[in-house]
């Protein structure tokens, strides 16, 4: 399993915001978001191979529970399900980050599923094997209904415009009983003077919905580097 980087901080994202884990980033990805806050990990993939227990044994380095794998794209590994049944042995809870588009199946806690809207793909006139490819897998609706089913989960969109609310709607009227306060809405932005931008218009549309916004703390307490 290609892995970017292993270390521990904190959560800057979603429900568990503040909780100390240790993050496992898998290398590679099969999107290209052009908003991509980790291209280390999807458009140019670097790391290094890692046996299960070699990840397992980086893990126990650190006395924490929790646990987020990451990417890329983590989906894209089998390794995956045997790794995730030996965090489960050890009692560590298990937090899946994904696009949504691969299904395998783990073990897992909380399923953080990030969707990808129509605009989320590279500039088609400078990529467009990635932009056709982009479009043609971002949304799998099948994969996300299985996931819904099995796991506790957050649905994690990333707004950029205020258009894309239209497309959140639409999104979950595809699915049945999904959970307001698990649908999490978080700026696009890596500096802080973008997010609050965003941050101004798009908190008062999930207090309005019944939604929880979502910000990104990470940003605030570490900045847009590697290793938070």
Not at 110 to 119: D, E, G, N, T, V
Not at 174 to 180: A, D, E, H, R
Not at 220 to 227: A, D, K, S
Request: with cysteine.
């Amino acid at each position: 399993m290609k892995i970017a980087e292993i270390y521990k901080s904190v959560q800057g994202e979603g429900l568990l915001t503040g909780t100390p884990s240790v993050f496992v980033r898998a290398s590679g990805c099969n999107l290209r978001c052009w908003f991509c806050d980790t291209p280390f990990a999807s458009w140019q993939p670097e790391g290094t191979d890692y046996a299960v227990d070699e990840i397992v044994a980086e893990i126990e380095e650190w006395d924490c529970r929790h646990v987020v794998l990451t990417g890329g794209e983590p989906m894209l590994f089998a390794e995956l399900i045997p790794l995730t049944e030996a965090l489960r042995a050890s009692g560590r809870y298990i937090t899946v980050e994904t696009a949504g588009t691969l299904f395998l199946p783990i073990e897992c806690d909380l399923m953080s599923i990030s969707p990808k809207f129509s605009a989320s793909g590279p500039d088609p006139a400078r990529f467009p094997h990635w932009h056709r490819r982009h479009a043609r897998q971002r949304f799998q609706p099948e994969v996300i209904a299985q996931f819904l089913a099995r796991y506790e989960y957050q649905l994690k969109f990333v707004i950029d415009r205020a258009s894309e609310i239209d497309e959140v709607d639409q999104f979950l009227g595809k699915f049945l009983n999904i959970q307001s306060d698990r649908v999490l809405l978080m700026p696009q932005g890596t500096t802080q003077e973008e997010l609050a931008v965003r941050s101004e218009w798009l908190e008062p549309i999930c207090q309005e919905r019944g939604w929880t916004f979502c910000p990104r703390k990470q940003i605030e307490w570490f900045g847009p580097v590697r290793g938070t």
